[in-house]
């Protein structure tokens, strides 16, 4: 470890952080609120003791510049905000982390390091208040739909143009945050796992080939109404029986995958009385792959899964697709040497796919260079305030995450010669 | 067929009432409301012609009495009212076909008939406003809850005891009804199939061997919301994947109780949503069967199969009881009496078991000897505007309960002696 790396110290300013914005049902950092931009404002003066610059770009995201001799850029990325009643480190650990490395450059380069480091704190990664996450991220990247995103309102009617005025953003220019990204060589982000993988694995850290694609749809099968004690079992067209035949069928899709994941989310019932066999059968459908060939795939024996108990069962089947979005795998070099500084930390790597998305995600779309680091999470629960990692696996992901950091920049130098 | 007896008449007083009470919905004859009470005064204007006596009970059923030489009664039953938007035949078409049998006994009897014939229509068999069936003709065989009933809210919040005041009915003394039954010898009661029985058999008329014993429970199935991302298939405990194995598997405990079926009729999810596997999922089940043994081993079945794909999905199942009636098998020599009828009527006859429920299950729990016929539903549909039976077929059920009702009414004479 660097000997002016200090990780007891990023504890300390998470546990602060959780004093400062959260309350008895977890965090409460939700983007474009009060409490954000108070946490905003204890964080830039966390970072006032440096010799950075801080600006918001067009697109709210907070970016500190530590400038170095090239302009070539080392981008660490996170996010302040969370969701309602969220964890205590779903996105500021990387940020603060983000910090801890910022400090341990300052002091270990004279006046300038050789590369210039930039630590962003992504506006609005989780989507909690208009319902789309990877805002500032996406807007950055140039992949906002920005005609959607325009329409979307929060659950009190507030548009997000409007909530964005009230930051001193103009929706209308948000795309004009791309030139943050002109200089940009690499991008890191350290994030906990949200899942359960190195918590089985007995890992403190892994790396992250990559953020999942996902090809998310609502399947509707149309049967027909029929009084529940008059309607012999075989006249029946029960849109809830077939529905329910593909419960078991996407787990064997998602075996034959390899490391693919589908989940059946939502399933309503019309009319949905006790008396009545389902006429109507909704299902939502999440299928993620880190393969496009391998979720394509997926998505294929799904629907000829539904046709088939369609059929079996006398009922009609229709698609709808909600949403997708292309698997974005990260940098080989880049997820090479993040391996290189969890082995150097704690001895064992494992890699392992992002099944939720990140930031990361629209930064690797834009053409940077990048990778993630994973620390292992308690309960491998996330968004709820029991979210957790061991105090010593977040001082190891801090050291291994500024590791991956001074590797990097030599990796960007070592590019630019 | 009796000379005096026109079926014709039924078939335009069933017109007339549709095109007097209906809308391009269907039957609008919801009990209690306006046009229920219009109804009620058609029927009578139809009935004025006749020597009979008419009066509303304590609990607001209608009662038509041709006085006979003896008190003993034959009752012949059914409901004027409809649910929203329902059939132009369903409840009314016994009513009407018991004033045509009114009529040919009144003109085929000089004076009185041996014994004494009445007519009721029971108020809300349907419990379309209030949720609760049955209402008229539970209060009369003294099953009502009244504890229950009580407290009943239609959806614009005014109570049942309200609307009941509102047409002059006390609801405290509703179990006074029940003195109607003093004299009761025997309850006939005509009714559309309202399945596909009949109509797959390719047969008019059916005997009815009683109500099926009905046991009505919600299943929670209790797993762990967990990220669709980040959760690998083999560590999820996904509540949707336990009840819908619990979808087939009532179609083998139907098939394995011989004449039983079993509904799942509504699934809700939480937290319901694209992102997360199923943490909770409730689903209900109805399950109906004549005979009292099938009906608890169907449900101890139900019981064993939740307990076992919730074990194989390490997640938890809870049951809540929602409703149940024990089985109400109709009389013996009445059932025969009616396939008697059926067969001078058209030849050929079938036994079947009422999936729904009708006032003749409460008539017979209070130990009045019982039994209903069923004429072909098209379709196999009703509580909808589509509901529709054959206009011959309507005449000829007009006639076999004709019979039955001659048949029956030896049959208390025969006792009688």
Chains 1, 2 share one sequence.
């Not at 952080?17 to 474009?32: I, K, N, P, S, Y």
């Not at 770009?57 to 996170?78: C, F, H, P, Q």
């Not at 029986?241 to 019309?270: D, H, P």
């Not at 389902?278 to 899964?305: F, G, N």
Request: glycine share 8%; with cysteine.
């Amino acid at each position: 470890m660097n000997p002016s790396l200090n990780p007891k110290r990023t504890v300390a300013e998470l546990k602060e952080l959780r004093a400062l914005t959260g309350d008895e049902h977890g965090a409460q950092r939700v983007a474009f609120t009060p409490m954000w931009t108070k946490t905003r404002a204890w964080l830039q003066k966390k970072l006032e003791t440096l010799p950075v610059e801080s600006h918001t770009d067009a697109a709210g995201n907070l970016w500190t510049t530590l400038r170095g001799e090239s302009e070539k850029s080392l981008l660490i990325g996170g996010h302040m905000d969370s969701v309602p009643n969220g964890g205590w480190l779903d996105g500021c650990l990387n940020v603060l982390a983000g910090v801890e490395i910022l400090r341990r450059i300052h002091s270990q380069y004279n006046r300038r390091p050789p590369i210039t480091v930039r630590l962003v704190d992504w506006a609005d990664e989780e989507g909690a208040r208009f319902g789309k996450s990877l805002f500032g991220s996406s807007a950055c990247s140039g992949n906002l739909d920005v005609n959607e995103a325009r329409g979307l309102q929060d659950k009190h009617g507030i548009s997000l143009p409007d909530a964005l005025r009230e930051i001193g953003v103009d929706f209308e220019r948000v795309k004009d945050s791309s030139q943050e990204l002109k200089n940009a060589a690499a991008y890191l982000e350290l994030h906990i796992e949200q899942g359960p993988v190195l918590l089985d694995l007995g890992l403190p850290l892994g790396a992250v080939l990559g953020t999942f694609g996902v090809e998310r749809h609502a399947i509707t099968f149309h049967g027909q109404a029929a009084h529940s004690g008059s309607t012999p079992m075989n006249r029946r067209k029960d849109a809830f029986l077939a529905a329910a035949k593909m419960s078991f069928e996407i787990y064997k899709i998602a075996e034959r995958s390899g490391n693919g994941v589908c989940t059946i989310g939502a399933c309503t019932t019309k009319p949905g009385i006790v008396t009545s066999v389902v006429e109507e059968c909704r299902i939502t459908l999440d299928q993620r792959h880190l393969d496009p060939v391998a979720l394509a795939k997926m998505l294929a024996e799904a629907k000829t899964a539904g046709e088939k108990f369609a059929r079996e069962g006398s009922v009609k089947v229709s698609w709808e697709r909600l949403w997708q979005i292309a698997p974005r795998p990260f940098n080989g070099e880049l997820i090479a040497l993040c391996e290189e500084a969890i082995r150097e930390t704690c001895g064992q790597t494992h890699r392992l796919p992002s099944g939720p998305l990140h930031d990361a995600a629209e930064v690797a779309a834009a053409g940077i260079p990048t990778v993630m680091m994973f620390v292992q999470s308690l309960h491998g629960i996330s968004h709820n305030k029991i979210e957790d990692t061991k105090e010593d696996h977040l001082e190891l992901c801090v050291t291994a995450f500024d590791k991956l950091a001074g590797k990097t920049m030599q990796w960007i130098q070592s590019r630019q010669s």
